[in-house]
Protein backbone atom coordinates (compact mmCIF):
# COMPACT_ATOMS: atom_id res chain seq x y z
CA UNK A 1 0.00 0.00 0.00
CA UNK A 2 1.14 3.41 0.43
CA UNK A 3 4.51 4.42 1.70
CA UNK A 4 4.47 0.58 2.62
CA UNK A 5 6.84 -1.94 0.67
CA UNK A 6 9.20 -4.61 1.37
CA UNK A 7 8.90 -7.71 3.79
CA UNK A 8 6.55 -7.49 6.49
CA UNK A 9 7.57 -10.05 9.42
CA UNK A 10 5.20 -10.93 11.89
CA UNK A 11 6.31 -13.49 14.24
CA UNK A 12 4.08 -16.29 16.23
CA UNK A 13 5.54 -19.03 18.74
CA UNK A 14 3.73 -22.62 18.46
CA UNK A 15 4.63 -26.00 20.19
CA UNK A 16 5.20 -28.80 17.67
CA UNK A 17 4.61 -32.25 18.31
CA UNK A 18 6.71 -34.84 15.64
CA UNK A 19 4.71 -37.37 16.02
CA UNK A 20 1.42 -35.54 16.86
CA UNK A 21 -0.90 -37.21 19.39
CA UNK A 22 1.10 -40.21 20.11
CA UNK A 23 2.35 -39.91 23.77
CA UNK A 24 1.44 -36.24 24.17
CA UNK A 25 0.19 -36.29 27.56
CA UNK A 26 3.46 -38.20 28.81
CA UNK A 27 5.69 -35.75 26.41
CA UNK A 28 3.78 -32.56 28.22
CA UNK A 29 3.65 -29.06 27.97
CA UNK A 30 4.56 -26.04 30.09
CA UNK A 31 1.70 -23.19 30.03
CA UNK A 32 2.75 -19.37 30.18
CA UNK A 33 1.99 -19.48 33.84
CA UNK A 34 0.90 -15.66 33.59
CA UNK A 35 -2.15 -16.90 31.59
CA UNK A 36 -3.34 -19.96 33.39
CA UNK A 37 -4.59 -21.32 36.64
CA UNK A 38 -3.82 -24.75 38.29
CA UNK A 39 -1.11 -27.16 36.91
CA UNK A 40 0.84 -25.65 34.57
CA UNK A 41 4.03 -28.21 34.61
CA UNK A 42 2.90 -31.04 32.86
CA UNK A 43 4.76 -34.18 31.31
CA UNK A 44 8.11 -34.64 31.28
CA UNK A 45 8.23 -31.20 29.26
CA UNK A 46 7.22 -29.87 32.76
CA UNK A 47 9.26 -32.05 35.24
CA UNK A 48 12.58 -31.20 33.18
CA UNK A 49 11.57 -27.69 32.50
CA UNK A 50 14.65 -26.85 34.17
CA UNK A 51 16.88 -28.98 31.86
CA UNK A 52 15.06 -28.10 28.63
CA UNK A 53 14.35 -24.57 29.09
CA UNK A 54 18.36 -22.87 28.59
CA UNK A 55 18.42 -19.52 28.80
CA UNK A 56 15.97 -16.31 27.54
CA UNK A 57 18.06 -13.91 25.22
CA UNK A 58 17.23 -10.19 25.61
CA UNK A 59 17.19 -7.41 22.38
CA UNK A 60 16.23 -3.91 22.46
CA UNK A 61 13.63 -2.59 19.96
CA UNK A 62 12.67 0.47 18.34
CA UNK A 63 9.31 1.74 16.54
CA UNK A 64 9.34 2.77 13.18
CA UNK A 65 7.80 5.84 11.50
CA UNK A 66 4.75 2.65 10.53
CA UNK A 67 4.48 1.90 14.07
CA UNK A 68 6.21 -1.15 13.60
CA UNK A 69 8.76 -2.44 16.62
CA UNK A 70 11.91 -3.96 14.72
CA UNK A 71 16.07 -4.76 16.53
CA UNK A 72 17.46 -1.87 17.75
CA UNK A 73 20.96 -3.26 16.32
CA UNK A 74 22.69 -0.20 18.14
CA UNK A 75 22.39 -1.61 21.11
CA UNK A 76 23.49 -4.56 22.78
CA UNK A 77 21.46 -8.37 22.24
CA UNK A 78 22.14 -11.03 24.39
CA UNK A 79 21.03 -14.63 22.04
CA UNK A 80 18.95 -17.49 23.59
CA UNK A 81 20.34 -20.53 24.66
CA UNK A 82 19.37 -23.74 23.74
CA UNK A 83 18.39 -26.32 26.84
CA UNK A 84 19.62 -29.10 27.02
CA UNK A 85 17.80 -32.29 25.07
CA UNK A 86 16.03 -35.58 26.84
CA UNK A 87 15.89 -39.20 25.58
CA UNK A 88 13.45 -41.10 26.62
CA UNK A 89 12.68 -44.67 26.80
CA UNK A 90 9.75 -44.59 24.52
CA UNK A 91 9.40 -46.44 21.55
CA UNK A 92 7.14 -44.70 18.89
CA UNK A 93 6.91 -47.22 16.70
CA UNK A 94 5.23 -49.49 19.61
CA UNK A 95 3.89 -46.32 20.82
CA UNK A 96 2.04 -46.19 17.38
CA UNK A 97 1.11 -49.57 17.47
CA UNK A 98 -0.51 -49.22 20.78
CA UNK A 99 -2.30 -46.36 20.14
CA UNK A 100 -3.99 -47.46 17.22
CA UNK A 101 -5.26 -50.81 18.75
CA UNK A 102 -6.47 -48.84 21.94
CA UNK A 103 -8.33 -46.62 19.82
CA UNK A 104 -10.03 -49.08 17.69
CA UNK A 105 -11.09 -51.14 21.32
CA UNK A 106 -12.53 -47.95 22.85
CA UNK A 107 -14.56 -47.47 19.69
CA UNK A 108 -16.39 -50.07 20.47
CA UNK A 109 -17.19 -49.36 23.37
CA UNK A 110 -19.58 -46.36 24.85
CA UNK A 111 -19.69 -46.43 28.23
CA UNK A 112 -15.88 -45.51 29.07
CA UNK A 113 -14.88 -42.54 30.29
CA UNK A 114 -11.21 -43.17 29.40
CA UNK A 115 -7.89 -45.36 29.95
CA UNK A 116 -4.45 -46.46 29.33
CA UNK A 117 -1.77 -48.78 28.27
CA UNK A 118 1.54 -48.97 29.40
CA UNK A 119 4.41 -51.57 28.26
CA UNK A 120 7.48 -51.94 30.07
CA UNK A 121 10.56 -53.72 29.20
CA UNK A 122 11.25 -57.16 31.28
CA UNK A 123 14.75 -56.89 31.86
CA UNK A 124 15.12 -53.43 32.79
CA UNK A 125 11.73 -51.79 33.80
CA UNK A 126 12.36 -48.91 31.23
CA UNK A 127 8.90 -47.74 29.75
CA UNK A 128 8.40 -48.75 25.99
CA UNK A 129 5.11 -47.03 25.30
CA UNK A 130 2.39 -44.82 27.37
CA UNK A 131 -0.60 -44.45 25.65
CA UNK A 132 -3.24 -42.41 27.78
CA UNK A 133 -6.52 -41.63 25.73
CA UNK A 134 -9.56 -40.39 27.71
CA UNK A 135 -13.40 -39.24 26.36
CA UNK A 136 -13.76 -35.68 24.76
CA UNK A 137 -17.11 -34.17 24.41
CA UNK A 138 -17.31 -34.76 20.34
CA UNK A 139 -16.96 -38.61 21.66
CA UNK A 140 -13.53 -39.27 20.60
CA UNK A 141 -10.81 -39.57 22.61
CA UNK A 142 -7.74 -37.42 23.20
CA UNK A 143 -3.91 -37.71 25.38
CA UNK A 144 -5.59 -34.81 27.56
CA UNK A 145 -5.28 -37.10 30.66
CA UNK A 146 -2.69 -39.03 32.14
CA UNK A 147 -4.75 -42.11 34.07
CA UNK A 148 -1.34 -44.35 34.32
CA UNK A 149 -0.20 -42.14 36.89
CA UNK A 150 -2.66 -39.85 38.06
CA UNK A 151 -5.60 -42.83 38.90
CA UNK A 152 -4.94 -44.59 42.56
CA UNK A 153 -6.01 -48.69 41.74
CA UNK A 154 -6.34 -52.17 42.74
CA UNK A 155 -2.62 -53.37 42.55
CA UNK A 156 -3.22 -56.58 40.63
CA UNK A 157 -1.24 -59.37 40.48
CA UNK A 158 1.59 -56.76 41.59
CA UNK A 159 0.61 -58.26 45.08
CA UNK A 160 1.23 -61.85 44.28
CA UNK A 161 5.01 -60.92 44.10
CA UNK A 162 4.64 -58.78 47.19
CA UNK A 163 2.70 -61.72 49.38
CA UNK A 164 5.80 -64.35 47.91
CA UNK A 165 8.03 -61.52 49.31
CA UNK A 166 6.14 -61.51 53.02
CA UNK A 167 5.62 -65.02 52.86
CA UNK A 168 9.76 -65.91 52.62
CA UNK A 169 11.08 -63.39 54.41
CA UNK A 170 9.11 -64.52 57.36
CA UNK A 171 10.12 -68.18 56.52
CA UNK A 172 6.17 -69.20 56.40
CA UNK A 173 7.21 -71.30 52.90
CA UNK A 174 10.06 -71.54 50.13
CA UNK A 175 9.44 -72.37 46.39
CA UNK A 176 9.55 -75.82 45.75
CA UNK A 177 6.49 -76.36 48.75
CA UNK A 178 3.19 -77.90 47.43
CA UNK A 179 -0.20 -75.93 47.44
CA UNK A 180 -3.59 -77.57 46.90
CA UNK A 181 -4.89 -76.38 44.15
CA UNK A 182 -9.24 -78.29 44.89
CA UNK A 183 -9.33 -78.27 41.10
CA UNK A 184 -9.58 -74.79 40.77
CA UNK A 185 -12.36 -73.78 42.81
CA UNK A 186 -11.36 -72.84 46.85
CA UNK A 187 -14.40 -72.20 49.71
CA UNK A 188 -13.25 -70.01 52.52
CA UNK A 189 -15.14 -68.45 55.42
CA UNK A 190 -18.28 -69.26 53.12
CA UNK A 191 -17.27 -67.74 49.75
CA UNK A 192 -16.05 -69.86 46.35
CA UNK A 193 -12.98 -68.43 44.92
CA UNK A 194 -12.63 -70.01 41.23
CA UNK A 195 -9.20 -69.87 39.29
CA UNK A 196 -9.70 -71.20 36.04
CA UNK A 197 -5.83 -71.93 35.40
CA UNK A 198 -5.89 -74.59 37.85
CA UNK A 199 -8.73 -76.49 37.09
CA UNK A 200 -6.87 -79.36 35.17
CA UNK A 201 -3.31 -79.08 37.06
CA UNK A 202 -2.86 -81.71 38.90
CA UNK A 203 -4.33 -81.73 42.99
CA UNK A 204 -0.90 -79.94 44.33
CA UNK A 205 1.30 -77.03 42.44
CA UNK A 206 4.39 -75.63 43.91
CA UNK A 207 4.60 -72.31 45.09
CA UNK A 208 7.43 -71.27 42.16
CA UNK A 209 5.11 -72.93 39.34
CA UNK A 210 2.28 -70.36 40.97
CA UNK A 211 4.12 -67.24 40.35
CA UNK A 212 4.63 -68.52 36.82
CA UNK A 213 1.30 -68.92 35.80
CA UNK A 214 0.29 -66.01 37.93
CA UNK A 215 -2.18 -67.98 40.35
CA UNK A 216 -4.65 -65.97 42.15
CA UNK A 217 -5.47 -69.00 43.95
CA UNK A 218 -2.37 -70.15 45.31
CA UNK A 219 -1.03 -66.82 46.51
CA UNK A 220 -5.22 -66.06 48.21
CA UNK A 221 -4.20 -69.57 49.42
CA UNK A 222 -1.03 -68.49 51.44
CA UNK A 223 -2.12 -65.69 52.43
CA UNK A 224 -5.14 -66.69 54.20
CA UNK A 225 -3.34 -69.71 55.81
CA UNK A 226 -0.61 -67.46 56.81
CA UNK A 227 -1.93 -64.38 58.08
CA UNK A 228 -5.63 -64.95 58.84
CA UNK A 229 -4.66 -64.53 62.07
CA UNK A 230 -2.47 -61.70 61.95
CA UNK A 231 -3.57 -59.64 59.16
CA UNK A 232 -1.28 -57.04 61.13
CA UNK A 233 1.89 -58.47 60.45
CA UNK A 234 0.97 -58.59 56.67
CA UNK A 235 0.49 -55.13 56.28
CA UNK A 236 3.50 -54.06 58.33
CA UNK A 237 5.63 -56.14 55.81
CA UNK A 238 3.78 -53.95 52.77
CA UNK A 239 4.60 -50.81 54.80
CA UNK A 240 8.15 -51.59 55.20
CA UNK A 241 8.28 -52.02 51.31
CA UNK A 242 6.80 -49.06 51.66
CA UNK A 243 3.92 -48.93 48.85
CA UNK A 244 2.08 -47.05 50.85
CA UNK A 245 4.34 -44.06 49.78
CA UNK A 246 4.58 -42.14 46.94
CA UNK A 247 7.76 -42.52 44.92
CA UNK A 248 9.82 -40.06 42.79
CA UNK A 249 8.95 -40.71 39.39
CA UNK A 250 9.82 -39.31 36.13
CA UNK A 251 6.33 -37.49 35.69
CA UNK A 252 4.76 -35.01 37.96
CA UNK A 253 0.82 -35.71 39.60
CA UNK A 254 1.72 -39.21 41.05
CA UNK A 255 -1.91 -40.47 42.65
CA UNK A 256 -1.45 -41.43 46.73
CA UNK A 257 -1.10 -45.17 47.43
CA UNK A 258 -3.63 -45.69 50.41
CA UNK A 259 -2.97 -49.61 51.91
CA UNK A 260 -5.73 -49.67 54.65
CA UNK A 261 -5.18 -51.52 58.33
CA UNK A 262 -6.97 -53.74 60.24
CA UNK A 263 -7.45 -50.93 62.85
CA UNK A 264 -9.32 -48.47 59.95
CA UNK A 265 -13.00 -48.62 59.84
CA UNK A 266 -13.14 -50.05 56.22
CA UNK A 267 -11.25 -52.38 56.82
CA UNK A 268 -12.63 -55.92 56.03
Known sequence: GKNIGGLIEEKYDTRQYPYGALARRTIGYVKDNSKSNGNNMIGLEGKYNYILHGNEGSEWKRITVGKKWIPDFDSTIVKAKNGMDLLTTIDINMQD????????????????????????????????????????????????????????????????????????????????????????????????????????????????????????????????????????????????????????????GLAAPKIPKPSDKNWN
Open 97 to 252: IADKIFRKNLADESDIEGGCVIILDVKTGAIRTMVNLRKNKDGGYNESYNYAIGRAGDPGSVFKLTTLMTLLEDGKVSLQDMVPTFGGEWVHKGVRFKDSYLKNKGDKISVKDGLKISSNHVFRYLACQNYDNDPERFIEKLYEYKLNEQFDFDLM
